[in-house]
């Protein structure tokens, strides 16, 4: 049965794009279109209406309201490479998708491909109470002071990792960051970081690693986690498959065989970098947190693991971030 999708959408060329990309989704059929959101309420059961984002400015009533009746995946989209909940929304009851990125407003590839990301892990409303956000574990399993975090994260880091560290406190152990970027970018992204957040964020190299602190790896090299006679330390490593860099799954994986408590972190980006790193890290009964899909600027990554029933919890950024300050108040192991 086809997936049933209705439009409200104000924006022609908008408007022109959507539908060519749900045209060439399998399975995805446009039943109707309408321009404001006052119209909205008119419309037949769908399973998945697309909103233009701009139509809700000022409009958190009426989106509210379509939010007290449609029981099916509500998609914002906006322009550019960051989309916001609107005021008075919950997280959990919308899916976020921007149409472009830093160089364009609207790359109709980029957003084809996340709107296809979105509908194949959907988010029902939490009116419905079926949301995958925001799922708190028993803690009796997994209470115990971490000694390392591993952070895998791509698309809209920088502006994620801005959010789940002003939430941080002070870390009582390292913490890992492989951000998909350039080699250039590191340092500059270390020095953002530390100004916004208020904690001491250092690039990465090869050798031990501090006893606490925010790391991040450098850019377009891989780095995996060992246990030496001095610590903990970082190694390069050559020779993987992956066209992303730093690699999730090289660092989370490698963070699976060692012999002292971790924590994996998935965050926002594209593909399913992090995924199998996730999994090797359930194996061992380490506990994996990962962005509320609905929180996400592309939810691929952290979708991804959810999928693989590798994820522990899920929650917003700041909500990983009272998780892991919850942990650091534990006494040492």
Not at 85 to 91: D, E, F, I, K
Not at 132 to 156: E, H, Q
Not at 171 to 184: D, F, N
Not at 315 to 327: T, V
Request: glycine share 12%; proline share 8%; with cysteine.
């Amino acid at each position: 049965m086809a997936l049933r999708i209705a439009l409200v959408v104000q924006t022609e060329f908008l408007r022109l794009v959507l539908r060519q990309l749900l045209r060439r989704q399998v399975g995805a059929e446009i039943i109707a279109e309408v321009a404001d959101l006052g119209a909205a309420g008119a419309l037949p059961d769908v399973g998945c209406l697309i909103i233009e984002r701009s139509l809700c400015e000022g409009e958190g009533r009426g989106l509210a309201a379509i939010l007290g009746h449609h029981r099916g995946q509500i998609i914002l989209v906006g322009e550019g490479e960051i989309v916001t909940v609107p005021a008075g929304v919950t997280p959990g009851d919308v899916t976020l998708v921007p149409a472009g990125h830093p160089g364009a407003k609207l790359d109709p590839a980029a957003l084809g491909e996340r709107l296809a990301l979105a509908m194949a892990h959907p988010v029902v409303t939490t009116a419905v109470k079926a949301s995958v956000a925001d799922t708190p574990p028993a803690r009796s399993r997994r209470a115990r002071r971490p000694a390392l975090v591993g952070v895998a994260v791509s698309t809209g880091g920088p502006e994620t990792l801005q959010v789940l560290l002003k939430a941080l406190d002070p870390p009582v152990c390292p913490i890992v960051i492989a951000l998909h970027s350039p080699e250039e970018h590191a340092a500059s992204l270390a020095h953002h970081l530390t100004v916004v957040s208020g904690h001491t964020v250092i690039v990465g190299e090869a050798g031990p690693l501090p006893p606490r602190g925010i790391i991040l790896l450098p850019g377009g090299v891989d780095h995996g986690l060992v246990d030496t006679i001095h610590g903990l330390s970082l190694r390069r490593v050559r020779g993987g498959t992956s066209n992303f860099h730093p690699n999730g799954d090289i660092l989370l994986s490698s963070m699976a065989d060692l012999d002292c408590p971790v924590v994996g972190v998935i965050l926002t980006g594209m593909g399913t970098d992090g995924c199998e790193g996730a999994k090797a890290l359930k194996a061992r009964s380490y506990p994996v947190l990962a962005q509320s899909p609905a929180s996400c600027i592309v939810a691929g990554m952290p979708s991804a693991a959810i999928a693989a029933g590798a994820v522990s919890e899920t929650a917003p950024p700041e909500g990983i971030a009272l998780r892991l300050n919850d942990w650091f108040a534990l006494p040492e192991n």
